[in-house]
């Protein structure tokens, strides 16, 4: 090693031992930082609220619908020559479900008809052990069924459909397995108690409306196929007729005694005995390490302003 070599590596000995230096200088600064920012985390953390996760597992019901496919596939051209239209697949129904399910109208329609906004917006606190809600009495009063807060324009006391559904849809969701036909529903909220009257009321809320959207469907082809079977005459187009006001006759039949239409419940929710966030510990050893190193640089920052006043 020559002279210049070991010169070198005395100024990257002396740069690291000075930075050891300045650290341990400022030892107590470091640790007062810390121990501030571990305080700030601790008492943020406690003021979150915990929050649950409530989930419902449902998967399409078999309705038998692979006689409704056999005939898209045998006689669809023959149809669309007779001006009848038939029937999308039970995949597309289902997905065409789903979508109703997160759509505006269908959420704003079930908060409003089960009452849910002040369960949404007015929830003060939630405990687990009597599985009891709080409503925020200066928020909404319950016995006169009058909302209170106080609010910005353009927002007014009572919320509106849309800041409802923003509250609404930041805690639902769902996930489709593609490897089958699963599909999982879940809510995340203060109350968990919440989270399941919701799930189990909007896939019964869905289910009726899927019920009833088929049966007034079917009830209105039934009439448009006898209508179109009374003017045609040939063989081919009859019979593809009639085998569609069987398969009608059955979606009314099964709409009629299936007491799971649409979907059918494969988990069915249930209120969770522990929470899912925040993870507190998580917050403070992050926010403690946060505040070291900052204060770190401070140190770093002090000490290279004093070598410069020096100079």
Known sequence: MNDSDRKVYADDEIDLFGLIGVIWSGKWLIILFSMIAAGLSIY??????????????????????????????????LASLAGISLPSSGDAQTDLLLKILQSRRFISDFIKEEGLGPRLLALSSYDPVQQ???????????????????????RS????????????ASSFQIYKDNKSPLVTVSFDH????????????????LDDYARQKDRTKSEQSIEYLERKLSQTRLVDVEKVLYQMIEAQVKTLMLAEVNADYAFQIIDPAHIPETKTGPVRSLIVITSTFVGGMIAILGV???????KRVMR
């Open 157 to 168: 006391a009572e919320p509106s459909e849309q800041e409802l559904f923003e509250a609404f």
């Open 44 to 77: 943020t953390s406690l003021q979150i609220p915990n929050s649950y996760r409530v989930e419902i597992k449902i998967a399409p019901v078999d309705d038998g619908g692979g006689k409704m496919a056999g005939l898209m596939s045998q006689y669809g051209s």
């Open 132 to 154: 009891v809600e709080l409503i925020d009495s200066n928020i909404f009063n319950a016995e006169q069924n009058q909302w209170l807060r106080k609010v910005e324009a353009p």
């Open 190 to 205: 203060q109350s968990p108690l919440l989270g399941y009257d919701i799930l189990r009321l909007i896939v019964t809320r």
């Open 300 to 306: 770093f920052i002090r000490a290279a302003f004093r």
